[in-house]
């Protein structure tokens, strides 16, 4: 718009730019025309297409405003034809809009611009004043040929828009259909991965994945609990250097070529045993299940590690219990047979001695004979008899036959106690409370376990007499008394050392108000400081490997507490010893309860 | 708010574009003065040779924009009817000779064939009472006046209209439609402005 006003004042100061009267000039009435006219002719569109962008009546304005300027073109050209193609230019801008209605509303326009013209300027824009109509109708011909062709246009191109606006439209609600739907799978997918993470994360066991070369892609975080590493350590390092002892790495490098290559293995498919390797170099018993992700390609494998340290030493613990077990039903059929044999040596020898004082009285009387004889051959006869006499040793074997015998009785009769004793020990626990003889447990413990503390320590025995009975698992009892005893010698093995000296063990027991008390003192090293307040935990110990598993206190605390509801607690000194104390109760723990009820 | 001032607006618009069209149609429709022509044609002008079909005499302002139309119907003219004698006055009323014949109308006249061209210095538009540039006057073979006026439907719009129809009525020997058309253009002198 405003380079068609310049255009026109331009057209006009070319054209027509002076109007003369003899020699005197002024400026053509077409420059002020074009000036004027012109710019109020564009002034409403160019305001409304700067403040009102878009609205839909700009248009309007504007095909008249256009249409308009080319009758002040034409006018300031003064009718030349060629500027009448300015009219069909406008219309071709005009069909841009591609709006029908505005087409044949600028037809219109130009159409009353050429009629009032007619009609008033006939000549000015037909040259001619007759046939003013048919001129009009010429010009409004030409005008309509050019409609009928824009409006073709703007019908095609109409319909082309809005193929391509539905075609768009189309394509944009398929575009957010899909998605939508990759949304929606891209959430289950996440939730799905979520879900995986989880599980993988909440999973007690190791789990490793690797890929064909055995470089970890994943590593939960039991298996950074289990091996040290962190998850930033572990992805991206080779799982064979990491977790696999050196000695086995090469076959596991072995049996994974061998998988790759012919599908066999070892170790991939199947659950087994082996040993894995912590960060610190440290090893532990381990149950690696390894299979292949059927999925992967290239292969890849999710390898379960589980640390079965704990379970080894619990079924190393429960094997030697069967062993003892085992041991314990022997002993009582040794018991059984050593007994017998053990009896009638017992029989034999009292007999011997018996039967020893008979034949020592009968030669007292012979030697009483031999002096009140007298005869020739008695002197030969007596001093044959005194040869025999010294030759027998008859003095040394009247002392000494009887003192055999008795020491042989003796440890016939040590041999009774032990067999006793054992039979008490391994007599299958009861699981009922009986009232049993706190003393009697700890004489029995206590002989049985003679080889573990005899070569430490001296044990004294402070128990007293007339303890009431107590209901309790005798079993158990002697269990707890056992590993006092043996903890007890152990104690002062590792304080004497190798020197030799013996240590003291005491047990004691009492009557303490409703509690029988039972008391195992040592003059071993004592606990240390560091260690007292997990002395009851299970698999703790401060021994060295090989010497306790951690269970004995463990089992003694739970026997006393939980099974007897007693008490249990020590006294110690480092460096002096240790006192385990253990209460027991007098009454039943059900007749005590009702008692407090 | 806005479409209320935008109605006030667009009202005012058409009322100026109607304003401005009326200016428009007003100083078209204003043709310059015309003055009472000799019925005879005068003896300041040669008379014509004998097989002439007429004389046609024009008076020209040198810088007059819209007798360029004039210019050019007459050439259209001439090259129809090369009988007839044209005759194209430039007024020189403050022009040099130099001036006039630079100037595009007089090249323009000296396309017309076998016109006369001849600077007037007001004497023979006096006499013909011409006061407007592209104001013509078709004489007969025997001198007398058949028409009289411009030759273009307005200003600086050449092409067929009624005058140029009657000049060649007029030069053909037949009875022109009309006798007179008002010309438009400027004046010639400084006494007949507009």
Known sequence: MAVQWVAAVALALIISSKTYAGPTSSTHPHVWLAFGYGGLLVSLPILLAVIRPGVFANRYVIGCAQMLMSGLLIHVTNGRIETHFHVFGSLAFIAFYRDWKLLIFATVVVGADHLWRGIYMPASVFGVASDPNLRWLEHVAWVAFEDVILLMQIKNTTAALRNSCIREADLEFSNEMIEHAVRLRTAELTANQALTSSVLESAQDGVVVSDWQGTILEFNEAACALTGYSREEAVGASFIDLIVPESLREEVRCDLRRFLETGDSESIGIRRETVGMRKDGSEFESEVSASMIVSSDPPAFTSFIRDITTRRQMESQLAHAQKMESIGHLAAGIAHEINTPNQYIGDNARFLRSSFASIFALLDQYERLESAVETDDAPAIRLDIECARKKADLDFMRTEIPNAIEESLVGVGRVSSIVSAMKDFSHPGVDEMTLSDLNRIVESTVTVARNEWKYVAELKLGLSPGLPQIPCLPGELGQVVLNLVVNAAHAIAEANGNSGDLGQILISTAEVEEWVELRVSDTGTGIPEGARHKVFNPFFTTKEVGKGTGQGLAITHAVIVERHGGQIFFETQAGVGTTFVVRLPIAPVAAAEDAAA | ?194
């Open chain 2, 1 to 194: 708010m806005i479409a209320n001032w935008v109605r006030i607006a667009g009202t005012a618009w058409g009322c100026g574009l109607g304003l401005g069209m009326l200016a428009m149609v007003r100083f078209e429709l204003q043709a310059g003065k015309a003055g009472t022509p000799p019925s005879y044609l005068p003896s300041v002008v040669a008379p014509p040779a004998e097989r002439a079909a007429g004389t046609v005499i024009v008076f020209i302002h040198p810088e007059c924009a819209c007798s360029q139309a004039t210019l050019t119907n007459l050439r259209d003219i001439a090259s129809e009817l090369p009988s007839a004698r044209f005759v194209v006055e430039f007024e020189s009323e403050g022009k040099s000779a130099h001036a006039i014949l630079s100037s595009s109308n007089y090249r323009l006249a000296a396309d017309i064939r076998s016109a006369e061209i001849e600077i007037d210095y007001g004497t023979k538009a006096k006499v013909f009472h011409a006061q407007t540039s592209g104001e013509t006057f078709v004489y007969s073979p025997a001198g007398e006046l058949l028409y009289s006026g411009g030759i273009t439907a307005s200003r600086g719009e050449p092409g067929s209209n009624v005058g140029l129809d009657a000049i060649v009525d007029c030069l053909r020997h037949r009875s022109p439609k009309v006798r007179h058309m008002p010309t438009f253009g400027c004046a010639l002198t400084s006494e007949t402005s507009l």
